[in-house]
């Protein structure tokens, strides 16, 4: 059984994916919060094996989320969701230290397998536009050293 944290701001997209992995045998939805804080709160009471996070909520965000975890120690895999189409949403998941990143466009399926091969320790990237994100990593390769 996968227990997952699910956060979204908007309450019936909690209530959609709520039913939707309800549908799963082997997937359980034991926490529910509107943001990132209230996410960070709840887990400290009933560890969950996964995050689902909306990446853009009011308050403490996905992204903020999940460095908040990092920071205090916590490694549970995090999925951060996203509307937005765009590689710098990626880069700044990776960055931060979430294990996936989904679009909500994707198929139920494919949220599926995206928790399923996250929680088995993978890491998993949406199809996005890879171009700048191979290009800020190409420039951070190529950037002479810095004195600190």
Aim: net charge negative; proline share 6%.
């Amino acid at each position: 059984m996968i227990r997952i944290a699910l956060a979204d701001d908007q309450a019936l997209v909690r209530s959609g994916l709520r039913a939707l992995l309800a549908g799963y045998e082997d997937i359980e939805v034991s926490v529910e919060a509107e943001d990132g804080a209230e996410v960070i709160e709840k887990l400290a009471k009933q560890p969950v094996d996964l995050v689902l996070s909306d990446i853009r909520m009011p308050g403490v965000d996905g992204l903020a989320l999940v460095t908040r975890l990092r920071a205090d120690g916590n490694q549970v895999p995090v999925i951060l969701l996203t509307t937005f189409d765009e590689s710098d949403f990626a880069l700044r998941a990776a960055e931060c230290g979430a294990q996936g990143f989904l679009l909500k466009d994707a198929s139920p399926e494919d949220l599926y397998e995206a928790i399923v091969r996250v929680a088995r320790g993978e890491t998993l990237l949406a199809p996005v536009p890879t171009d700048p994100v191979r290009a800020r990593y190409a420039y951070r390769d190529q950037a002479p050293p810095t004195d600190t």
